[in-house]
């Protein structure tokens, strides 16, 4: 199981989820609107649940529903 972060982070873009990242799982660029993880390198430590000031992440099986999506988003931003 992996992490997901979803639209709550649009436009907030707070790092502190990558500052407390173990194995640096978590990107974006600068143009992007909100970060992403990386499902491949996700350890599911849940080191950045708590430091979400905005409740963007979640485990894969608790997103909720109208934020499914973001599952897969999440996988797309770091696939070739």
């Known amino acids: 199981m992996t992490y997901v972060i979803t639209e709550p982070c649009i436009g907030e873009k707070d790092a502190s989820c990558v500052d407390v990242c173990p194995v640096d799982c978590i990107h974006?660029?600068?143009e992007d609107e909100q970060y992403y993880i990386d499902?491949?390198?996700c350890i599911d430590c849940g080191a950045c649940l708590p430091v979400c000031p905005v409740k963007a992440i979640y485990e894969e099986s608790a997103v909720p529903a109208r934020w499914h999506q973001y599952i897969a988003i999440n996988?797309?931003?770091f696939a070739p």
Do not use: G, K, M, S
């Open 75 to 77: 996988a797309d931003y």
């Open 28 to 30: 974006a660029r600068e």
């Open 39 to 41: 499902p491949r390198v």
